[in-house]
């Protein structure tokens, strides 16, 4: 059968051989300031196991939430002349000297769950509004249209930005909904952080009915506020995040307060920029400069689950 291949054939599969090649063996510095985040730590182990299949020898760096060690580690990157930078979990803004330094120096950065940026070759995401929309929607209606409730946030990181804006235009549109507290979590230890906060928080509103609902940026400040109010046997409030962490996605079985999340596909965000950076390593250029992974809400309707 070899010799009924074509010599255009041949050079075909010798191209990809080539293509391949050029693509293999590159060191490629992964680094963020939070892979405690269960999905940041996720996206991260999805991106490795893609690297490894690509032949690449990834280094991950981690400054559990110090930003400036963070712009000092992107710097290191470029001055050991990494093939490529993966920002994952953070606004390259946040970094723009470093990463503008990384662009002149013919180093591609990319970024995962992250934001667009003018020297970010890709950044791979979930439409983090839509996002926003669709959980909001969600709780608003899981407590009638009306009620008192309280945000979770964390403005740093732009999807959570993003889904804070779909907030503050369903509260305008919905004038019988009042924000009656919020809190700007601390990242990282941001489960007991919520936790404390809500604890107050609970303290400040006492009384069925204070409370109606929490919104929660995230899963894990949602996971925080329900210990929270399992704690202080508080009834009649619900929660609903972002991520699908799959605590979240155990408590909303668990029939209590947490009723829904919508479920981002991480490991996809991560082959997606693998597959996207492998052709940027073979000389061509990314799809767009942007490029989302699905996403899917999950209550307990979605997972066959009934409470009493």
Known sequence: MHKLLTSLALAGLMAGVATGAMAAGEKISV???YLSAVATG????????DAAKYGWTVD???TAGDMGAFASRVEDATTKKSNAIVLVSV???QVQAQVDAAKVAGIPVFSIDGAKNASVALNVTSDNFAMGQLMTKFLFDT???KGNIVRFFYSAHPGVHARELALDAALKANPDIHQVADHYVAVPGQVDDSRAAMDAILLAHPGD????AVWAGWDEPGIGAELAIDAAARKGIVIAGIDGNPQAIELIKKCGPYVGTVR???SQMADIAAEQLNKVMAGGTPDKDELYAPAELITRETLGVKCN
């Open 31 to 33: 680094l963020t300031p």
């Open 42 to 49: 996720q996206m991260i182990e999805a991106f490795k196991a």
């Open 60 to 62: 991950v760096v981690d």
């Open 91 to 93: 606004d390259a803004k």
């Open 143 to 145: 407590i009638g249209g």
């Open 209 to 212: 009915g204070a409370i109606n």
């Open 264 to 266: 981002q596909g991480f």
